[in-house]
């Protein structure tokens, strides 16, 4: 099923997107956010600028690009918070913008060894917390 830009949280900009993630910075094709729900300490997402509904509707260069984009994005979370391990996550069933869900894992974390939930809805932080992190992940990113 492919969504309407105009009703794409990501193409619009709009207020659910701000509910659930503060943007970090513009990437060269891509746009980064921190997840403000942070069961999973540094959850972060990459959303391609424009609205394309699968990876493979992408050229070479342009998926390229876009993945270039994804990697700089969890060297920063690697850097800033060393987790063990960063899941990746493409999800599109219901909103078909092309997106990565960046889920760093830690032993004995939640959910360590399985799959990271969509959102737990259990961890949130105060604005000064999430701007400290927002500062440590823009300095680590390319």
Do not use: W
């Not at 604005?127 to 823009?138: F, G, H, N, R, T």
């Amino acid at each position: 099923m492919y969504s309407d830009p105009k009703d794409c949280l990501y193409c619009q900009n709009n207020e659910t997107l701000h509910n659930l993630m503060i943007e970090i910075k513009p990437l060269k094709v891509s746009r980064a956010f921190l997840f403000k729900e942070q069961t999973y300490k540094g959850r972060c997402l990459v959303a391609y600028n424009g609205h394309i509904n699968d990876l493979n509707e992408l050229s070479d260069e342009e998926r390229n690009a876009f993945m270039a984009d994804v990697a700089n994005m969890t060297r920063a979370m690697q850097k800033v918070f060393n987790p063990e391990k960063i899941n990746y996550g493409a999800y599109s069933d219901k909103l078909s913008h092309l997106h990565f869900h960046l889920a760093p894992k830690y032993v004995n974390g939640p959910d360590y060894g399985g799959t990271f939930a969509m959102n737990p809805g259990k961890v949130y932080l105060s604005d000064a917390e999430y701007k400290e992190i927002i500062d440590k992940l823009k300095n680590a990113l390319d």
